[in-house]
């Protein structure tokens, strides 16, 4: 699996991968409409090829046009983005990176979402119990 995809690449190609993870596989006219700037064609073109040759993306041809893929299925790319931000802002610690998001001023919870959050945590700690 390549690297996380934030310390590999450009502010361009993030924004690329972004939109292909979010629609799930695109062609170069779908990335480019859901772009900042509205890049030129060409400019996706090049940079969604690069990507492919980097490791991040795959294509199938439908008709004339490219349709491209992550490589990574979003599931592991979101671990690893994860595992790569407690490592470096967290020490690697799961539970202040939670406390940090929990703290957020932002972050309004809601009751259900309270509910989930207090159901994950005494089903770790039933995980826990019996490990040990």
Known sequence: MPKPLHTHLSRRESQIM?????LGEASVADVAR???DEPAYNAVRVTLGILEKKGYLTHRQ???????APAVPADKAKLSALQHLMQTFFSGSPSRAILTLLDMSSAKLSEKELDEIAAWVAAARREAETDE
């Not at 972004?18 to 979010?22: F, I, L, Q, S």
């Open 18 to 22: 972004d939109v292909v993870y979010r």
């Open 34 to 36: 859901r772009l900042p």
């Open 62 to 68: 439908d008709g004339p046009r490219y349709l491209y």
